[in-house]
């Protein structure tokens, strides 16, 4: 965009409109809304992050969890190990056994990754990764991001 076009969008849209005052009824408006989204979600639903025991991210998983009693779950990944490229994300297929069993698969430069996990009695998600003949223990964790 040129600065000529730049400023004349500016002078027909104006200023844009100052954020909500936290407390204001707009705010507790959007916090409500997003509350009822989420509320709609099932407890798998949103970005978490797999990592070795040292801590160390391995994959980040984007999950889709429709709210019911066994809905179908969706799920897609992306290496944060390696240099970047084209086979470095995807979708993964993505079964659940039990409430407390999860299993993800799917292929990065076309070797196999399988991710067991299960829930422990803190809620945890931990397990293993099985990656090109490579067995690691892992924990699977909601992503700060």
């Not at 299960?118 to 223990?137: H, P």
């Amino acid at each position: 965009m040129t600065p000529l076009l730049a400023a004349a969008v500016l002078a027909l849209a104006g200023s844009p409109p100052a954020p909500p005052t936290p407390g204001s009824p707009v705010d507790q408006r959007i916090s409500s809304s997003y509350e009822a989204a989420q509320a709609l979600q099932g407890e798998l639903d949103g970005a978490w992050d797999l990592t070795d025991l040292e801590g160390r991210k391995l994959y980040a998983l984007q999950i889709v969890d429709p709210p019911g009693p066994r809905p179908h779950l969706e799920a897609a990944w992306r290496g944060l190990t390696g240099p970047p490229s084209i086979d470095a994300s995807g979708p993964a297929d993505i079964a659940r056994s039990t409430t407390s069993a999860l299993r993800f698969s799917f292929s990065r430069g076309g070797a196999a990754v399988r991710i067991d996990l299960r829930r422990g009695r803190a809620g945890a998600w931990s397990g293993r990764l099985i990656e090109q003949g490579r067995v690691l223990r892992v924990t699977l964790l909601r992503s700060a991001a």
